[in-house]
Every structure is written in structure tokens, then in C-alpha cells.
T-cell receptor, first 114, second 115 residues
Framework: AQSVTQLGSHVSVSEGALVLLRCNYS??????LFWYVQYPNQGLQLLLK??????LVKGINGFEAEFKKSETSFHLTKPSAHMSDAAEYFC????????????FGTGTRLTIIP | EAEVAQSPRYKITEKSQAVAFWCDPI?????LYWYRQILGQGPELLVQ????????DSQLPKDRFSAERLKGVDSTLKIQPAELGDSAMYLC?????????????FGPGTRLTVL
């Protein structure tokens, strides 16, 4: 079984400050890991994903995430927040074999303070 | 840029009525997913198709929900009868299905309100 825990359902940061959204996963086999962003009343857009290779993954809009196997974490960061980053962010995990089901966390709503 | 299309974007219905949602995946994508997203939660997979075949419908409430992808292209999700607890965003996604790490592309969703 696989699961995702996102710590903090709401995160507020000042414009220009560091963004850190936390994600921890549980998987019995090596996982694929994803971060998605969702703007109000819209579908989800992929920010970045980890499949194999380099554990520091760079995505769109200046976001990056680091896969840490020892900590079972895949935290999302951005050095400097922009007003347009205000959205809901979802971490997701998929196993590397068997069922291709994508399991999502409950999401973190990011608010940017001017 | 190719996109997943969904309609309608919004649907308001009364309980016990039937509703249907339509999804047109990105051309050539073999795998199609329907998710339900309750407000304040992450999406939950309802059903997954590989071409026209269902590969996972373990979370689909089969007493009232049905899904089909007859020609392996577009898909319809139906609820009959709708219940108050069905109010949610229904998201469709598609992927090429060529690898286990391939990206799922999401449509804009259908927001269902059951009164």
C-alpha cells in the first residue's frame, strides 16, 4: 500500500520569501513521486516528478524538490515566492510496478502575503 | 497545445436525478482516469481505462456510478441517482501509458453540486 502525508494544510509566506511545502510518503516499493499545482476551479498541472536518477528535481515556475529515501520525503521548495504561486499543491506517489494508481495527499493551500 | 477536454464545467442537480460527465483525452493517449475530488481533499481515483478496458474500478461505487469508454477514445461517467454526498469536482486525466512514470494530464474538471 502507498500513502502520502502533507504536513500543513495551509502555508502562508511573504512575497519574496522561501516556499517550503512538506511531503512524506509511504511505499513498500521504490516510488515515483509527483508534485501538482491546482488553481481555483481548474484541473491539476504537473510541477515536477521524480522517477530515477538525480534526487534533486527541477520543475516549472522555479520550483524544485529533493527525494530523500532515508527520510521518505519529497519536499517542494522555491527560493522566492511570487504572488502568482498562490494555489493548492498536491504531492502524489505511484509505485513502480503493479497498479499504476496515483495516490494523492490532502493538499497544501499556499497563500502569498504582499 | 493538446489538452484534456471535459464538459460540462459546472453541473447543479437535485438528489435522485441522473447526471453524466464527458471527457475527451489527449489524442493518442491510451490510458484514461476519472478522479473525484471532495472539497479540501486530494483527488481519489474512481476508474482507470486502458483503451476501452477497465483496469481499476475498485473505488467506484458501482451501485450508482458507471463509466464507459466504448471506442477507447472519449469517456462518460454517469451517476444515477445522485446523492448529496456526490457533490465534488470530477476530474478526468489521460496519459500515454508508455511507462510507469509517464505524466497524467488533467482536464479542468466538472464541479457537481447536488441539492
Amino acid at each position: 500500500a502507498q500513502s502520502v502525508t502533507q504536513l500543513g494544510s495551509h502555508v502562508s509566506v511573504s512575497e519574496g520569501a522561501l516556499v517550503l511545502l512538506r511531503c512524506n510518503y509511504s511505499s513498500s516499493v521504490p516510488p515515483y513521486l509527483f508534485w501538482y499545482v491546482q488553481y481555483p476551479n481548474q484541473g491539476l498541472q504537473l510541477l515536477l516528478k521524480y522517477t530515477t536518477g538525480a534526487t534533486l528535481v527541477k520543475g516549472i515556475n522555479g520550483f524544485e524538490a529533493e527525494f530523500k529515501k532515508s527520510e521518505t520525503s519529497f519536499h517542494l521548495t522555491k527560493p522566492s515566492a511570487h504572488m502568482s504561486d498562490a494555489a493548492e499543491y498536491f504531492c502524489a506517489v505511484r509505485t513502480r510496478r503493479g497498479n499504476e494508481k496515483l495516490t494523492f495527499g490532502t493538499g497544501t493551500r499556499l497563500t502569498i502575503i504582499p | 497545445e493538446a489538452e484534456v477536454a471535459q464538459s460540462p464545467r459546472y453541473k447543479i442537480t437535485e438528489k435522485s436525478q441522473a447526471v453524466a460527465f464527458w471527457c475527451d483525452p489527449i489524442s493518442g493517449h491510451a490510458t484514461l482516469y476519472w478522479y473525484r475530488q471532495i472539497l479540501g481533499q486530494g483527488p481519489e481515483l474512481l476508474v482507470q481505462f486502458q483503451d476501452e478496458s477497465v483496469v481499476d474500478d475498485s473505488q467506484l461505487p458501482k451501485d450508482r456510478f458507471s463509466a464507459e469508454r466504448l471506442k477507447g477514445v472519449d469517456s462518460t461517467l454517469k451517476i444515477q441517482p445522485a446523492e448529496l454526498g456526490d457533490s465534488a469536482m470530477y476530474l478526468c486525466a489521460s496519459s500515454s501509458g508508455t511507462g510507469t512514470g509517464d505524466e497524467q494530464f488533467f482536464g479542468p474538471g466538472t464541479r457537481l453540486t447536488v441539492l
